[in-house]
């Protein structure tokens, strides 16, 4: 378990945890906010967007979807690129649909944006929707892609979509009130198109069959299929054992052969990652091109990352040691014309039970940028 962390006033903090291998790290989580300004560059902004010791969300956490994950993570083993705003079409002129793409470097995802439509049940059955209705401006957030609640095919179960139960269109049986003026999803991938043939489920098992929901911003935790990724921590992995052999005593004899045969699962560190597929990366340099298609008003926003480089140091009572900084987070803010970058230093330190007798926390932050 991570103990509780010391925040500074500097946008800076300190968080004990482990890395992969389970070894015991105290991490130095540091964040800058840039501004883009014309000519593609970045440059430091007034003010620092401060960082999130939780999860902040757009609204209700139960009805709303994640507006920017925790930097409370000790250890990512990837960066993250994330987009919040929203996709224009070119001059403000209404379209029915189009494409928006975030790249980086040579990486491209890319999204196909589409206005309201609903769903219409035709006689003799089959399926249709409704002609898109024309939009300039569309919010690129996890309510507008695929997914959501299915309340109608059985009423005494509602049926969710693992994967994103705040989206649009998910159903399970094809029936006239299943259907009645369902929303259909506003943005979806492009080589992974929703049909009228494949849109009801038919079996609430084979939720994996459907179109992954196509979005720019972070994926829950608790949603599929990141939440299937989430486990023991290597570095408990012992002590959760012994627990396991203790309790296991306590059941009846005939449970405690199925209880041995289904241990819990061990953390994969890619669930600290909460980019959505196509936007994790093996750690950025910090000098990457960034180009922003359809997701500004002038439709193509250029710019390269600042290039800033940590170099930190930190002595908690064992004299100075060095460790090599990594980018954990690129958060790309549209309607702001900002991003804000959160890098990690990972220092060895003896663990949790230490920590009441650390004496000392002297930190050192030196910057540098790359020519």
Not at 39 to 44: F, P
Not at 112 to 138: D, H, K, N, Q
Not at 336 to 358: C, E, H, K, N, V
Request: proline content about 11%.
């Amino acid at each position: 378990m991570n103990a509780p962390a010391t925040v500074l006033p500097d946008k800076h903090t300190f968080l004990p945890g482990q890395d992969p291998e389970g070894k015991p790290i105290f991490s130095a989580l540091f964040k800058r906010t840039y501004d883009i300004v014309p000519g593609g560059k970045c440059v430091r902004a007034k003010k620092d967007v401060k960082i999130h010791t939780g999860a902040v969300y757009y609204g209700d956490p139960k009805t709303s979807s994640l507006r920017y994950d925790t930097d409370f993570i000790p250890y990512k083993i990837a960066t993250d690129v994330v987009f919040e705003g929203k996709a224009y079409s070119l001059g403000g002129v209404p379209v029915q649909s189009l494409k928006a793409a975030l790249c980086v470097g040579a990486a491209r995802k890319e999204i196909l944006v589409i206005g309201e439509r609903i769903c219409r049940w035709m006689e003799g059955g089959r399926i249709a929707a409704t002609p898109p209705e024309p939009f300039s401006a569309m919010e690129i957030r996890a309510e507008n892609a695929y997914g959501g609640v299915d309340i109608y095919s059985d009423p005494k179960a509602p049926c969710e979509y693992p994967a994103n139960p705040l989206g649009k269109g998910f159903v399970i049986k094809p029936t006239p009130k299943t259907l009645l003026n369902l929303p259909l999803p506003n943005q979806e991938d492009p080589k992974l198109r929703l049909s009228a043939e494949a849109l009801c489920l038919l079996d609430a098992k084979q939720w994996k069959r459907q179109p992954p929901p196509a979005t720019l911003g972070w994926v829950s935790p608790h949603w599929q299929p990141r939440a299937a990724l989430a486990g023991i921590m290597p570095g408990d992995a012992e002590l959760e054992q012994q627990l396991r052999d203790i309790f296991v005593k306590a059941l009846p004899k005939d449970q405690q052969e199925l209880y041995t045969k289904h241990p819990l699962p061990k953390i994969d560190f890619a669930y600290f990652n909460g980019a959505p597929a196509g936007q994790v990366f093996p750690y950025l340099k910090g000098t990457e091109t960034i180009l922003l298609e359809n997701l500004t008003p002038e439709g193509r926003l250029e710019f390269s990352l600042p290039g800033d480089i940590p170099s930190a140091e930190l002595d908690i009572g064992f004299g100075p040691q060095q460790a090599p900084t990594v980018i954990h987070t690129v958060q790309i803010r549209g309607e702001d014309r900002q991003i804000d970058m959160l890098w990690r230093a990972a220092f060895t330190y003896p663990g949790t039970d230490w920590l009441p007798s650390m004496a000392k926390a002297d930190f050192r932050l030196e910057w540098s940028t790359a020519s």
